[in-house]
T-cell receptor
Framework: SQQGEEDPQALSIQEGENATMNCSYKTSINNLQWYRQNSGRGLVHLIL?????REKHSGRLRVTLDTSKKSSSLLITASRAADTASYFCATAYSGNTPLVFGKGTRLSVIA | DVKVTQSSRYLVKRTGEKVFLECVQDMDHENMFWYRQDPGLGLRLIYF???????EKGDIPEGYSVSREKKERFSLILESASTNQTSMYLC????????????FGEGSWLTVV
């Protein structure tokens, strides 16, 4: 399976702290995406980073990509209780193939 | 605003019943997907379709079939539901298969008793 792996599986932090989640994958990619899922709901796209990019920002989100290590990280700064959700990375490989999702990191932000 | 609509949010079916999960997208996307989500296993692709009447197996197609008669509609069919198919089912769509953003529906919770 080409499924990516998120680390940690679960993360609990206080409001105002930063949250970092990592994703590792197995083969060369075209891009890597992060999605968010509120409990019991569908996934929502957060950010996409291409294989030739190293860092990308969107509001309080910062994503890095290290293709030599086949890994990415998602940083949420100054976390809020509303950030409580599961976060998934998804990798896009070459050719016409669907995205492959990891198993997710469950983030709990405690007010 | 883009929208993927799954017709049923919660369903309870009996073992052996034929179950239809319907999904409609309003974005004129070529590609549609059905995923299954279980605790600890993440999202697993059941089937996807890249055009009307075209379908491809995903990672876990056993026990499922799909139908895409119109571009905007993609149906997941459980021919004879079993208890191990109790799960959350997510439908999604995307413009291409070249790494585009995927848009998800809200999910359908299926319980087979």
């Amino acid at each position: 399976s080409q499924q990516g792996e998120e680390d940690p599986q679960a993360l609990s932090i206080q409001e105002g702290e930063n949250a970092t989640m990592n994703c590792s994958y197995k083969t060369s990619i075209n891009n890597l995406q992060w999605y968010r899922q509120n409990s019991g709901r569908g996934l929502v796209h957060l950010i996409l980073i291409r294989s030739n990019e190293r860092e990308k920002h969107s509001g309080r989100l910062r994503v890095t990509l290290d293709t030599s290590k086949k890994s990415s990280s998602l940083l949420i700064t100054a976390s809020r209780a509303a950030d409580t959700a599961s976060y998934f990375c998804a990798t896009a490989y070459s050719g016409n193939t669907p995205l492959v999702f990891g198993k997710g990191t469950r983030l709990s932000v405690i007010a | 605003d883009v929208k993927v609509t799954q017709s049923s949010r919660y369903l309870v079916k009996r073992t052996g019943e034929k179950v239809f999960l319907e999904c409609v997208q309003d974005m004129d996307h070529e590609n549609m997907f059905w995923y299954r989500q279980d605790p600890g296993l993440g999202l697993r692709l059941i089937y996807f379709s890249y055009d009307v009447k075209m379908k491809e197996k995903g990672d876990i197609p056993e026990g499922y079939s799909v139908s895409r008669e119109k571009k905007e509609r993609f149906s997941l069919i459980l021919e004879s539901a079993s208890t191990n198919q109790t799960s959350m089912y997510l439908c999604a769509s995307s413009p291409t298969l070249r790494g585009d953003t995927i848009y998800f529906g809200e999910g359908s919770w299926l319980t087979v008793v």
